[in-house]
């Protein structure tokens, strides 16, 4: 089955302690993005990836780092989480780039207490 | 800059045509996107607009003008089950999403 998966699912954590929520796609997609969701603001980007060991910054990139070492895998790191990154996370994956169908992860969802 | 407008919320009623306008003003354009997003879920693709007119799949058709910066996305014989977050999304320098449509659906 066709699909990008993330994980966890569900974390709270606390100020400061390095996270990291993995995004794996099946697809052999080239593209692959970050986004977070809060209400009122929609989904912003945070940084995407057109190809393997290609990465460039989103939207709101503070406080995010990324890697796409391999085809299949880019994970979002948060080196030291700050309360304002609580939010709902989403992974997704696309064949040529962002002027195609994007396929969605089932979300993160992250609380920083 | 990238600015997409999108009502916050509507309501319709079941077995009616709803449409769901959004307006942008973006830099570049490479085509609109329309997502479905129910409660706690991952957004799922609807439709993808890049030329004038109307896109039509089953119940659901959108409708771009680029003249306008303007899309709609009409739902027909609305069911429950369409009770769920639009979003309009626009492909230009970078994909940029509106804040979302929440539609509920009534009986």
């Known amino acids: 089955e066709a699909q990008v998966t993330q994980n966890p699912r569900y974390l709270i954590t606390v100020t400061g302690k390095k996270l990291t929520v993995t995004c794996s796609q099946n697809m052999n997609h080239e593209y692959m993005s970050w986004y977070r969701q809060d209400p009122g603001l929609g989904l912003r980007q945070i940084y995407y990836?057109?190809?393997?060991?290609?990465?460039d910054k989103g939207d709101v990139p503070e406080g995010y780092k990324v890697s796409r070492k391999e085809k299949r895998n880019f994970p979002l790191i948060l080196e030291s989480p700050s309360p304002n990154q609580t939010s709902l996370y989403f992974c997704?994956?696309?064949?040529?780039?962002?002027?195609?169908?994007?396929?969605f992860g089932d979300g993160t969802r992250l609380s920083i207490l | 800059g990238q600015n997409i407008d999108q009502p916050t919320e509507m309501t319709a009623t079941e077995g009616a045509i709803v449409q769901i306008n959004c307006t942008y003003q973006t830099s570049g354009f490479n085509g609109l996107f329309w997502y479905q997003q129910h409660a706690g879920e991952a957004p799922t693709f609807l439709s993808y607009n890049v030329l004038d007119g109307l896109e039509e799949k089953g119940r659901f058709s959108s409708f771009l003008s680029r003249s306008k910066g303007y899309s709609y996305l009409l739902l027909k014989e609305l069911q429950m089950k369409d009770s769920a977050s639009y979003l309009c999304a626009v492909a230009g320098n970078m994909l940029t999403f509106g804040g979302g449509t929440r539609l509920m659906v009534k009986p």
């Open positions: 997704a994956s696309s064949f040529g780039g962002d002027n195609q169908p994007q396929h």
């Open positions: 990836s057109m190809n393997v060991e290609v990465t």
